[in-house]
């Protein structure tokens, strides 16, 4: 077993380096392409039909707005005592980096330190494993004195792993103890990690990159790298991947790869498919992926109302399985103020694993920014 892991590991390695450049040979060759298309009508690519499919489709939802349903956060932060507090947390997170940048050297007027946080509370509910709720926090303070952008990152370091625009709830790591609510051990470690982060290294990189080196769950020392890059595509798609590597002295290695293309013409719902893939020292399997494919529209600002299908599965002793699918549906939007967030998601899909037929599960997030 070792062996093989071994060998995954190694496997996974070599996609993430060849990564990059493959999709680049993409993006070239489908440049090509168009621009071959363009001298000659009969020779048309996969980006030339989907969005005529896509455009062609009727709907009856509202359209695209960015009108705001709630009070902007400047006209509100001495409005009630929640608000107050809200304000004082943001100064004093902005204050406590601006106090540590001037460690390294002479702070900048305009470009000043700032912190951002992330409190959530997610909850989940299915007839299966009941209810859960799992608090998380995620911080984060800029340094930018120094010349490599230097940032102090804690909290749930698990988020990081995700696409930015993940479109579902998500909690990578399992309770230690599936009969209860509240794992109160899981919280408290998943919320103990802390390390240093160095951005923006050398312009010669084809990719941004970010580096870690810190603690999780209190005794985990770990170095962390996260690669990500972004293609503008012909007829208004992208193309966004993200590989990470981590190898902590407790988890040991750990790789995961984020893929995602998206349609996203102008004043129009977007279309995406994202796609994961995730091997790990510490889990049950060698390798396990979960795949969303949906559409996404706006209908006020910071508003995201998708639906779609998500299928999902794993690699284990030569054995390749699809072990979940089904559609999905998630609603998230600003509530009362604009640092306050609500989203709801609702699937209905199998486990083949469990031998548990299509069944309907819920999660709702409450989040606050800080």
């Known amino acids: 077993m070792k062996n093989k892991s071994y060998t995954l590991s190694i496997l996974a390695s070599t996609i993430c380096l060849g990564l990059f450049p493959l999709v680049s040979f993409a993006q070239s060759s489908t440049t090509e392409a168009t621009q071959d298309a363009s001298k000659s009508s009969t020779v048309q690519t996969i980006l030339d039909y989907v969005p005529e499919l896509i455009d062609a489709t009727p709907t009856v939802l509202p359209p695209e707005s960015n009108a705001p349903i709630v009070p902007r956060q400047q006209d509100t932060q001495d409005r009630t005592w929640a608000d107050q507090k809200q304000s004082h947390v943001s100064m004093w997170l902005d204050r406590t980096a601006n106090h540590m940048d001037q460690w390294f050297g002479e702070p900048d007027p305009d470009h000043p330190a700032d912190a951002t946080l992330r409190v959530i509370i997610d909850q989940s509910y299915d007839k299966h494993d009941q209810y859960e709720v799992k608090p998380r926090v995620r911080g984060k303070l800029k340094l930018p004195t120094l010349q490599r ?9 698990s988020l990081d792993n995700e696409l930015e625009s993940n479109v579902a709830i998500h909690n990578e790591n399992p309770a230690f103890q599936a009969d209860k609510s509240f794992d109160r051990r899981r919280v408290r470690e998943d919320n103990a990690s802390i390390a240093l982060r160095w951005s923006e290294f050398s312009k010669r990189l084809p990719f941004d990159l970010d580096a870690d080196l810190g603690l999780r769950s ?13 293609w503008q595509m012909a007829n208004d798609f992208n193309f966004h991947a993200e590989q990470i590597y981590r190898y902590g002295s407790k988890s040991e290695n750990y790789l995961r790869s984020n893929l995602e293309l998206s349609y996203t013409p102008p004043q129009q719902a977007l279309v995406s498919n994202q796609l994961s893939f995730t091997y790990a020292d510490k ?55 604009e640092w ?18 299509h069944y309907l599960s819920s999660a709702l997030r409450l989040e606050a920014l800080f």
């Open 149 to 157: 952008k230097l940032s102090l990152v804690f909290g749930d370091d």
């Open 218 to 230: 209190g005794d985990d020392l770990y170095v962390r790298l996260k690669a990500k890059r972004d």
């Open 283 to 337: 889990q049950d399997d060698d390798l396990n992926w979960d795949n969303h494919l949906f559409r996404q529209h706006q209908f006020f600002d910071n508003n995201r109302f998708s639906y779609g299908m998500y299928t999902g599965g794993f690699y284990n002793n030569n054995d390749l399985r699809l072990n979940s699918w089904g559609p999905f549906v998630s609603w998230r939007q600003p509530i009362w103020r």
């Open 340 to 357: 306050i967030f609500l989203q709801g998601d609702l699937r209905y899909a199998n486990e083949h694993r469990e031998h548990r037929s």
